[in-house]
């Protein structure tokens, strides 16, 4: 039996997680970790993810949890996974993170936690997105500069960070695939006279719109024809079940920092 604990319990993911999870046989919730200003604190999470009383109470910290974790899942947000990684430094637990919009030094940061533990970081936890990410490769290397790089992204009104962490995971594939330094060649926005297009841009645009879950496409334009690739996630519970593979299968790994293709066997 794995020990689960949810970091981001009460939010939008982290509600499908345990819902779902209460259906995964040798996984137990035993910890719902939310913001110290939560009003969910103190309740049984299962009344408020609507799946009747778990027995765990919310709590703002993992110390608070009277069972020891063998495992947590992080939707939470970049300083508060940040915060719990250093809350765990001392007695350190697999993690599986699929928080985004991290800045260099919170990832430079995950990347020492996982130097002792294993750790999943990933953006996007769809079995679909992760297929498109090989995919995208595999066309980038034919397509190469001949055909202009397009991202377009679109999500709910409610999303803190842009471009998704999904944009930018397939921005640095299409990038190290086509042997571009993202840095140089992202384009996050186009106003005015901006002159013609280079060859070199790598177009990553931002769509924010009412309850739209997450959709994806990548467009390769080349002369007399262009490629395009879609994905649309219909529901949260793609990712939260791609994040709870990802719970059973990281607390077997050796220490390391893995990511959903390494989860679900695409390397
Ligand atoms: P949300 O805002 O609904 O949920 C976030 C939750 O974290 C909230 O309930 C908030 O109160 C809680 N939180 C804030 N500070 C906290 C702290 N210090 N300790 C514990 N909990 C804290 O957001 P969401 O839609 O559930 O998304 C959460 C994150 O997951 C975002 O970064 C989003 O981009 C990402 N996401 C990733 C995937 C993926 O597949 N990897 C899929 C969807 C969303």
């Not at 397009?150 to 921005?171: N, Q, W």
């Amino acid at each position: 039996m794995l020990n689960l604990i949810v970091s981001g319990a009460s939010g939008r993911m982290g509600n499908r997680i345990i819902a779902l999870a209460g259906d995964i046989e040798n996984l137990k919730l035993i910890g719902a970790l939310e913001r110290k200003d939560s009003a969910d604190l103190g309740k049984d999470i299962g009344s408020i993810t609507g799946i009747g009383e778990t027995g765990v109470r919310v709590t703002d910290s993992v110390g608070a949890i009277p069972e020891k974790g063998d495992v947590l899942v992080d939707f939470s947000s970049p300083s508060a996974t940040i915060a719990c990684l250093k809350s765990l430094a001392n007695e350190p637990i697999p993690v599986v993170i699929g928080t985004t919009g991290f800045s260099k030094d919170e990832i430079e940061y995950i990347k020492l936690y996982a130097q002792n533990t294993p750790c999943v970081f990933a953006p996007n936890m769809s079995v679909g997105i992760n297929l498109l990410l090989r995919i995208l490769m595999d066309i980038a290397k034919v397509t190469g500069d001949d055909y202009d790089v397009e991202i377009i992204e679109a999500h709910h009104r409610l999303k803190k960070d842009a471009p998704s962490g999904t944009a930018m995971k397939m921005a640095q594939v299409l990038a190290s695939a086509l042997g571009r330094d993202l840095e140089e060649s992202a384009v996050y926005a186009r106003h005015g006279l901006i002159g013609e297009r280079t060859n070199r841009e790598i177009g990553i645009q931002t769509i924010r719109a009412g309850d739209i879950v997450g959709e994806h496409t990548v467009l390769f334009g080349g002369l007399g024809e262009r490629i395009e690739i879609t994905h649309k996630a219909s529901s949260r519970d793609t990712f939260a079940r791609g994040a709870i593979k990802a719970a059973l299968w990281v607390h077997k790994q050796t220490p390391g920092l893995y990511d959903m293709q390494d989860v679900l066997g695409l390397k």
